[in-house]
């Protein structure tokens, strides 16, 4: 079983790495750009067991959050659904599909594009009838780096939504509140310039 979560853990490192130059390169930036501004990362693994529950509607499995890395890699239970994705004011179901992975864009990816990418407020919920299990794989950002728009998409048209700030700074912040409150990201945004 080692070695085969040690090349799981592997190989699901280089997808991340090569989404990032993926998202790079489509903001118009140097495709080792993400990569490079997030330092030396480090890789978390989460697996969730959620028993079935008969009152499923009484419990969550995990509160609506989005989540504060960079990048986060979820296998799912191919056989039970329990992810939720909040899409205009809606709970929508995300449904296990085969041989696919799901990535969630965590929050450092929002501050870094300047709010192009938005993270996914989400939530894991429990079933009646079934047990599920799922593998989540977290890229976080060294503690230490900077963190803030990248500087080729600050125009005038176009002003920083979110100011500079440590992974740690934010990490600290993110976990010192309720997961469900508003967005972490909104206690770092740039206050709007008086143009009056």
Not at 77 to 102: C, S, T
């Amino acid at each position: 079983m080692r070695e085969i979560i040690s090349t799981y853990c592997k190989e699901v490192r280089e997808l991340g790495f090569r989404l990032y130059g993926a998202i790079s390169e489509s903001l118009g930036l140097e495709q080792d750009y993400m990569k490079k501004v997030l330092g030396e990362q480090e890789q978390h693994m989460a697996v969730n067991f959620y028993p079935k529950c008969p009152e499923p509607e009484l419990t969550f499995g995990l509160p609506a959050h989005t989540d504060p890395n960079a990048l986060t890699i979820l296998l799912m239970d191919q056989q039970v659904a329990g992810l939720q994705v909040l899409k205009e004011g809606r709970w929508i179901a995300v449904n296990p599909q085969p041989n696919a992975l799901v990535i969630n864009i965590g929050d450092q990816l929002q501050a870094l594009s300047n709010g192009r990418y938005k993270s996914v407020w989400h939530r894991a919920v429990v079933n009646s009838d079934k047990a599920r299990m799922s593998i989540a794989s977290f890229l976080c950002p060294c503690n230490d780096v900077l963190i803030g728009p990248a500087q080729k998409l600050i125009t005038d048209g176009s002003p920083a939504v979110y100011r500079n700030y440590t992974y740690d700074e934010y990490y600290k912040k993110f976990w010192s509140r309720n997961l469900d409150q508003e967005h972490c990201l909104e206690l770092f945004r740039t206050t709007p310039t008086d143009t009056s």
